[in-house]
């Protein structure tokens, strides 16, 4: 094998080492990703012949002619909560109250879903493991399917919003809520159960000081996400703004709808400038 050497004499890293097979895997890596996005344009069979760039200007360009009166109840609404006002609210405390249910549910899971806290026996290995499938699940179905499918329980409105949304949230957070837990220092745990303290001793007094600036956190950051999808889950019926926002857009009403979506921005900008200060005075 051959070997390289700098202009100072020294040698060369392997990995900064060119060989022909190197080169040719890297060819290989390119050929192989630009045959994919060759692939799949073909099989997407995107038509831009229809693209009408003039039009679609003109109707962006209503986006900014707002309509105010979808903020008023003296107009079309009977109360202040059929406004885009009041149904921007309702909006948020969906999220919120959707994220309060999942942290409720997703708190005590954690704990079984925690390998160093449910190692020991079988038993509690084996409810490890489900619980972790459990949560892998509920993260891979996507909560607007969740919310499509609880619409024959409860009808269009903010019920299959709220439980479709905590659904999909009770996995999420409950997994990086268990992997916080397996990520503690586990001392302060050994020196606690060397006094015979029970398990749940332990969790009380080693493992909870150590998690609730990560479990704060990521709630946090969950409610954030959740207020920033809860306009989107209206599209299929799941209550709040966004079920306005799909009206006006189909009934070609652009002037409210462009009303409606910088409501959101302004919303979902704030939540996400307050989340970050929180995140960072808890770092």
Request: charged share 15%; hydrophobic share 55%.
């Amino acid at each position: 094998m051959a070997e390289y050497f700098t202009a100072r004499g020294l040698p060369v890293p392997p990995e900064l080492q060119r060989s022909p097979l190197t080169d040719w895997r890297r060819w290989g890596v390119l050929a192989l990703v630009m045959a994919t996005l060759y692939i799949g344009v073909q099989l997407l069979n995107i038509d831009l012949s229809r693209a009408n760039p003039s039009y679609a200007l003109g109707q962006m360009a209503r986006l900014l002619r707002w309509d105010f009166r979808i903020m008023s109840p003296q107009n079309e609404f009977e109360t202040f909560w059929d406004t885009a006002g009041g149904l921007m609210i309702v909006t948020i405390f969906l999220g919120i109250v959707a994220t309060a249910i999942s942290v409720a549910i997703a708190l005590p899971l954690a704990f079984l879903g925690a390998r160093n806290i449910m190692t020991g026996n079988p038993v509690t290995a084996a409810i490890y493991g489900v619980v972790r499938i459990v949560f892998n699940v509920i993260r891979s179905i996507d909560v607007l399917i969740v919310v499509i499918l609880l619409l024959p329980f409860f009808g269009l409105g903010s019920a299959p919003g709220v439980f479709g949304l905590a659904f999909h949230n009770i996995g999420v957070l409950g997994k990086l809520y268990s992997e916080a837990v397996e990520g503690i220092d586990p001392g302060p745990g050994e020196a606690v159960t060397a006094t015979g303290a029970s398990r749940i001793q332990v969790i009380w007094t080693a493992v909870l000081p150590q998690i609730i600036n990560p479990f704060i956190s990521f709630s946090i950051y969950r409610l954030d996400a959740n207020i920033r999808l809860a306009p989107i889950l209206g599209f299929v019926g799941g209550g709040g703004i966004g079920q306005m926002l799909f009206q006006t857009i189909q009934l070609l009403e652009y002037e409210k709808a462009g009303l409606i979506i910088f409501m959101i921005v302004v919303i979902v900008a704030s939540m996400d400038f307050f989340s970050a200060q929180v995140r960072k005075r808890l770092t």
